[in-house]
């Protein structure tokens, strides 16, 4: 008889674990299943991969005039308590310049708070501006109530969100072929031969693109193919000969000056008719005859005359990732360094916050603007500007051999080849028109082709947009977080004699921003804060701003006639607590408020005891 096996106890643990993992089981499970039973997850509380949504819209498409016009009345039949929809007034084309008012009317009307004012697409064919604006409505909404910092904001801030300044632009660049649309369309003669507006691009071929017109001519022309690239045209060198020569713009030659596509719609710039530093338009071109001759100039100016309680501005524009503020001209020269100080901390935060972006002054960084809207904004009304410039090519490239390639400075035929790698991998050659034959009718057999779509360069991709919105509307956002804040902290009462008091009382604005920025009040644009105190039968002998509380001494004293209504010409400054001294006879309760034009109204009642 043969002696059976007996198996170890190392044997039948590891024969158990096997028999386990063929059933689907581990030990951890096992383990697990022995534990009590665990309550249900709660799937509301936890993130999911699709969130909810009350009003669902898109920002990987462009909207043009209607379709923002429709979104912005979807929001506010949404959210009819937030939003306002308002129109500042109609454009040239008799289109609305179509905004929304959005605040919180149970923590005070718009007008009593600090507000930012946000526009976009004054010049037509910048349009992703107006995505930005749309989806910083949108966000806003959609986490009130959800995200404690977005609620704070919307309770304390008052928002005006403009998505199109200048819609007869957008509209055109949209449907139409992108030439021409950054202007407004009020006709004008660009090249004084007494007509308006008749010699304008055309796209002859019918694709949507206004492209060059090329001439094969063999060993007589200006240019010839790259031999990095043939879909690219370069020039010969001086006393060299090519195979083509240009043209132009693709169009015909309407009015017989040898020109092609010189006096298209409209042609001046909505940018330049503001009136502070504005120029006439030998200057300073496309600023037309006088300030605020355009309707849409006149309609911002209208709006903001209205609103003095906006503290903040943003004007988006494109391209080229720039956070820019004024002066628009060195003429005009720098900024006082208290302001300085408070727009070098917001624009060099915003670096952080948008990757390529810089943080630069317009004159020096991009180039002169005289009549602008930042310069309008800072310097006449008293607000602190910004203008994004949205896009910068750089984002189509993250590898080093690429962005390399396309900011080389000694070539202009580099950054068009890598511009070309980013069309033929990812935009899969949809973003470049080919050369074609084409039978022009003053230019005999041509070849028309060889340009970018309106899109590409000055606009992200689709599939990268609301990265886009999402990054410059959160820089806005800070802006506005960051604009006046007053409050009433520490108040302190001594009695010095019967009904004889001394009071004292800390006034703070925790925020960046001043209550009147420095330029404003050399420029006497913005109203003084005002400190008052009133109370039966009050009457204040004396008052005096306190040095520092901490180290009681001598304050001097407020020198004006009426001491219960103080007048703080300068302001209030940026992340300062100011402590006021007065000295009072009276009883009972005293009421101080301090009042700004762009920081709000706070109010404390204090007892004499």
């Not at 090329?214 to 690219?232: F, L």
């Not at 005359?305 to 004007?315: E, I, M, S, Y």
Request: net charge negative; proline share 7%; with cysteine.
């Amino acid at each position: 008889m043969k002696k059976l096996f007996k198996p170890t106890a190392t044997l039948v643990l590891l024969t158990a674990l096997m028999l386990l993992e063929s059933s689907g089981l581990s030990a951890q499970n096992t383990a697990a299943a022995a534990a009590p039973a665990r309550p249900a997850a709660d799937w509301s509380r936890t993130p999911t991969s699709e969130p909810t949504y009350k009003v669902r819209l898109d920002f990987n498409r462009w909207h043009d005039v209607a379709d923002l016009q429709a979104d912005l009345r979807t929001l506010e039949k949404a959210y009819p308590k937030f939003l306002k929809y308002i129109s500042l007034g109609k454009s040239y084309g008799g289109r609305d310049i179509a905004g929304i008012i959005l605040n919180n009317p149970d923590t005070g009307a718009d007008t009593t708070k600090p507000a930012m004012y946000i526009e976009a697409n004054i010049h037509g064919n910048e349009i992703q501006g107006g995505e930005v604006c749309l989806y910083t409505i949108w966000y806003l909404m959609e986490n009130y109530g959800k995200i404690p910092r977005i609620t704070k904001l919307v309770d304390e801030r008052a928002f005006y969100i403009v998505p199109s300044v200048n819609p007869d632009g957008r509209d055109y660049f949209m449907h139409g072929s992108g030439q021409g649309a950054r202007t407004g369309h009020l006709p004008l003669d660009e090249d004084n031969d007494y007509l308006f507006d008749e010699d304008g691009p055309e796209d002859l071929n019918g694709n949507g693109v206004i492209e060059q017109i090329r001439k094969y001519v063999p060993g007589q022309g200006t240019h010839r193919k790259s031999a990095a690239d043939p879909r690219i045209l370069e020039a010969v060198k001086p006393g060299e000969f090519g195979d083509y020569v240009l043209l132009g713009v693709e169009g015909i030659d309407h009015d017989g000056d040898g020109r092609v596509g010189e006096d298209g719609p409209g042609g001046y710039d909505p940018n330049r008719n503001f009136a502070s530093d504005w120029q006439p338009n030998y200057v300073q071109r496309g600023a037309m005859e006088y300030p605020f001759q355009l309707p849409e100039a006149r309609a911002v100016n209208d709006f903001l005359l209205a609103h003095p309680n906006v503290a903040g501005l943003q004007t988006y524009h494109n391209s080229g990732g720039m956070i820019l503020r004024s002066p628009g001209a060195e003429s005009i020269g720098e900024y006082p360094a208290a302001d300085v100080r408070v727009y070098d901390e917001i624009g060099r935060t915003g670096e952080r916050m948008l990757p390529y972006y810089r943080y630069l002054i317009i004159w020096s960084g991009l180039y002169t603007v005289h009549g602008g809207t930042t310069d309008w904004g800072n310097d006449t009304l008293g607000i602190l500007s910004f203008s994004n410039e949205l896009w910068n090519v750089g984002q189509y490239f993250n590898s080093p051999e690429l962005k390399e390639q396309q900011r080389d400075p000694e070539s202009v035929i580099a950054p068009r080849v890598a511009n070309n790698f980013f069309n033929d991998k990812l935009e899969f050659g949809d973003e470049l028109t080919e050369w074609k034959a084409f039978k022009h009718p003053q230019f005999g057999d041509v070849e028309i082709g060889g340009t970018f779509k309106k899109t590409f360069g000055r606009l992200p991709p689709r599939f990268m947009n609301e990265e886009l919105c999402h990054r410059n509307m959160a820089f806005s956002l800070y802006q506005a977080d960051e604009m006046p804040q007053m409050a009433i902290g520490e108040t302190k009462v001594e009695k010095i004699a019967d009904g004889v008091f001394k009071l004292w009382v800390d006034l703070n604005n925790p925020k960046v921003t001043p209550t009147i920025l420095a330029k404003a009040a050399l420029n006497n644009v913005v109203p003084p804060d005002l400190l008052t105190i009133d109370g039966k039968g009050l009457e204040v002998l004396a008052a005096s701003w306190v040095p520092n509380k901490w180290r009681p001494g001598v304050a001097p004293m407020i020198d004006q006639k009426d001491l219960k209504r103080i007048m703080v010409r300068n302001g209030h400054p940026g992340r300062t607590i100011r402590t006021v001294q007065y000295l009072v006879r009276g009883s009972g309760s005293v009421s101080v408020t301090y009042a700004t034009v762009k920081g709000g109204t706070v109010r404390k009642v204090i007892a004499l005891q």
